[in-house]
């Protein structure tokens, strides 16, 4: 017989920042308001904000507030705060995950939802693989997200869309930008994604009949080679004189070293720090071309950019939070629910539920059907699986000139 | 008597690009061609398309098709290109002029727009200058635009009020963005200002009853200190850990150099090529405080997002090119079209019309009133400024996913 500790819930968000991983929680949310008599508790930065107790009462601040729960949907980054923590293992650290079940049980939880990343699935194998030793009936379900479009067993994931959206707009807007002088010119355009190329791939939704983006599209996918970027800018210039290129922060040489020049430094989780990829070819092409250079990076607000959301990605994002909430009241655990797509055009998905073991630490990468033959751009077949995921406007409210965002109070 | 070319007109796009400069250029089109029986042509890349007599016949393009022009107002940057030009004075290049003055003659020319900034303008005054002295009888008229807002004798400059929405909603993201983490940090968002800080000063706009924005704003108009800098940082840091700092990236030391690292670099005109500036906060940062510490350089889409303009800039950008038309028509030449404001709430202009030699080669900077006593903030006086500048969304039409842009046939 399993310990119940009750019949609250708690959610949390964790790892990076995008603009959707809102909707999902105000999904989790909408959802469990629906029940009577169980409190949904929020942990205040992801699991740190269990470990030390700092919890908001999500009935109290949202109940009958559905203005409000539609302002969280449209805004971005984590309105619980987040954390980058990777839990150790139980055995290495024991009293961690006693202190953290003492805090399940002190709030009667029966379920636990926690929106995030890679790491944050492995937070999620991790507590449910030591509930499920020592007995204790807890429902432990992972909400994917991240812009990095790079987990496994899902088709997209949440935040992607909106993240690729603005991609694709601002490089569009980049070329109108570089297009206005006659020179021989080269931008090039440093986008996220430092092993999987997703959303530097996106840059390719930038050129449609009425809009034009990117000339070239490097993805780390592919090792990078100047001899080679040389010869395609060359290729370019005889289309037009303002070469655009877009590259993943991460591309790298063919001996796997970065072509970002702060390699050498690395962050909490041993990744090694990038930045500076786009400036990097400022010194070859002067070398090589004389000509005039731009490197533009396109910084966090391609994961954060409230005021240009896909409304494919913020509704599949609710409500994958809400089928998250129906997964584990139906008695579903150690899972991380999923988007499954039925069809490209007209884009028809559905959610099922894949065990957290089988997604934790691995990283989907562009596949090699996506990438041309001159590694050089996206195919008609990436295209296809990219383009649904940025329909749709969302229309957040405006306030003083600008997007609302909803603040929690503090604690 | 005065020499008479024609009745037709020519429009030309100068100087950096803008989200607005096409519907100022619009304005004028939609204005001229309620005329019949004349053409208006457009320069390909400013002045150039005129020494090289590169030119659109914009009546063939636009007449009767209204959706087109209604795309060419949403869409960013110069649709005709544009040139970085300033013209010799006529006495130092008599043939320069001769050939310009010869294009005007075989085209018909009798009415002159440019749409610009500060050097625009100073091609304006020259060229009516020298018709003037040649009784040579052509209406010249500068349309302002610049994201800069620094010209003279008007209001706001087109251009500025979308360019300062963007800046207001990503400094908000930003700081949804930088607030998910707990530890203690320091991010320096650079924003686009050689000399006078009005698009940094908009940063202010992000604070709101709904929103959260930077917490200091250097502007170039105040010399810059490191010292006071980090005492400002210590006091933000009492309000909260995140500490969001809006800089321009042309703030200088009290000696007058600028804090940006490339400083010793200048561009075709003789000004300093500025980049780098929030970079160059890192290292002193780091040694001070030893904190977690974030560059973000406000890139070229600032004054490019044709995804999020104001509709009060659109707007205004639209009708002070059809005045410019309607001006010129009444006879006016040597000006430059101006807004004129009559009251901040509600807010009301009116456009008049200055002598083009009052304006050229002046810059308005922000003035005291509008920056705090302790220099490191923007005063409400700013803000009822700089409001009602940003108000009203546009809705761009939006195709695959992205707005739509109009691009003109190559020629």
Partial sequence: MKKTYGQNAIVGQSGGPTAAINASL???ISAWLERKNSILYGMANGITGIINEKLYNLNKI???KNDDLNCLKFTPAAALGSCRIKLKDFNKDPVLYENIFSVFEKYSIGYFFYIGGNDSMDTVAKLSHYADINNIDIKFVGIPKTVDNDLCCTDSTPGFGSAAKYIAAVCAEIRRDTAVYTQKSVTVIEIMGRDAGWLTASSVLANTDFSEGPDLIYLPEVPF????CFSDIENAWKKHNDVLIAISEGIKYSDGSYVSADSTKTDNFGHAMLCGAANSFKEPI???FGCKFRAIEINTVQRSAGHLLSLTDINTSFNIGSFGVSEALSGKTAIMVAITRISDDPYTIKFESFDINSIANNVKCVPKEFISQDENYIT???IKYLRPLIM????????DGIPMHFILPKI
Same sequence: chains 1, 2.
């Fill in 286 to 288: 002067k070398e090589r």
């Fill in 225 to 228: 080679s100047f001899d080679k």
């Fill in 26 to 28: 105000a999904g989790v």
């Fill in 62 to 64: 949202f109940l009958g």
């Fill in 380 to 382: 008609d077949a990436g």
């Fill in 392 to 399: 749709g406007q969302c229309d957040p409210i405006y306030l």
